[in-house]
């Protein structure tokens, strides 16, 4: 498994708190290229995590460092890539293929 640098883990959030929610509260830290807040498949209900990820590691080391609550509650820590699941291989290879 390796650190993926720009994204961060964000867990413990409200099932209130949507992609534009985190969006919002992160952009004051630097540029976010994605926000995704997690949804179970069948009932679209949230699973109460979601993932940030920044144009800069740098920015991402700096926020993961520091303590944040979004709607009362939040933890951050940065992802953890697992190269044993094809879909994470998969969607690497799609994202070297476009940047």
């Given at each position: 498994m390796?650190?993926e ?19 919002e509260?992160?952009?004051k ?11 179970d498949?069948?009932t ?16 991402a ?5 520091k ?9 951050l820590?940065h ?10 291989l ?6 070297v293929?476009?940047?």
């Amino acid at each position: 498994m390796e650190m993926e640098p720009r994204k961060l883990f964000i867990g413990g959030i409200s099932w209130e708190t949507n992609e534009g929610h985190l969006r919002e509260y992160f952009q004051k830290f630097g540029e976010v290229m994605e926000t995704v807040t997690m949804k179970d498949r069948k009932t679209g209900r949230a699973r109460g995590f979601g993932f940030v990820v920044f144009a800069d590691p740098a920015v991402a080391e700096i926020v993961v460092r520091k303590k944040h609550i979004i709607d009362g509650r939040t933890e951050l820590k940065h992802s953890i890539l697992n190269l044993s699941q094809p879909s994470m291989l998969l969607r690497l290879n799609l994202e070297v293929y476009q940047n």
